[in-house]
């Protein structure tokens, strides 16, 4: 894995580093160099050239500021090396792309961090206007039963940046599918969703009926399918709807009064508990896990302990 350095004026690399971390769990090959308010040049030449010596290979440098002391800094000294690159302008979807895919050139991450900068508000008024293309069935028929499911998760915040910049990419998903009736009956958080799926790639959001009946149909030929729950509930609506699942990843469950801690990342009410061993008990295989980065843990068993 290449080093990515972080350089900024300020505790700005701090940040991103805290929050790319939050997303997709700690990096060992992510690193901070800081410009503190009382420094200057020299020392953060000396900060910086410490770090890179306790590195080995290809390194990126993303610095805060072209055209800063950070940035300047660094083109002084390794604009001529040919395993480091540096960028300017960072960002947090800049750093979590470079984070997650080693193969994208500087050229590459530049031009995906020009894309992330979006008028929000009005993509969203843009995308509810948007209607759903008609799609004929019937070419569809030899795939009936035969989806190709890569992953089911369970993840209260749907699509974000774990589920969008981590998931769907490792597993060369080509369609979410978001699975909650609150979801596919609300305009505002379909475009919501639609605004925070990657752009390449296909959404449906659908009540919990619906979308058994419709993966079930063979709509979705040989697409590499990312099913998503909001909670063990739809999930198991989903099954009693005539869902197949094989495999089922919880990711997050957020605390409420009274529930108990799995992991980190989970907890769950004495009533959400017992509708995960229905669950299993429908052949199931359920396993906890964050990001794929991170261990997957048999989440009955954990559970079973608590």
Known sequence: MRNIVLISHGSMARGVRASLEMIIGHQDYLHVVELPEDGDNIQFETALSDKMKALNGATLIIADLLGGTPCNVALKHYSDLSTVDVIAGMSLPLVLEAAVNE???ADDLVNLGKAAVVNAKGSLKETATKEAEPIDLSEFEAYQGKANIVNTRIDERLIHGQVAGIWTTSLNTQRI????????TDPLQKSSLRMAAPSAMRLSVLPVAKAAATINSGKYGLQRLFL???????????????????????????????????????????????????????????????????????????????
């Not at 599918?177 to 596919?184: L, P």
């Not at 799995?262 to 008990?281: D, N």
Request: aromatic share 6%; proline share 4%.
């Open 177 to 184: 599918i978001v699975i909650n009736d609150a979801a596919a």
């Open 103 to 105: 193969t994208l050139t």
């Open 228 to 306: 998503l729950f909001k909670n063990p509930t739809d999930v198991l609506a989903f099954i009693n709807a005539g869902g197949q699942l094989e495999t089922l990843n919880v990711g997050n469950m957020s605390y409420k009064e009274g529930a108990k801690e799995v992991t980190k990342s989970i907890k769950i009410m004495p009533e959400e508990a017992e509708i995960f061993k229905k669950i299993f008990e429908q052949g199931v295989k359920i396993s906890a896990q964050l990001v794929p980065s991170e261990p997957s843990i048999d989440f009955m068993a954990r559970l079973n302990k608590i």
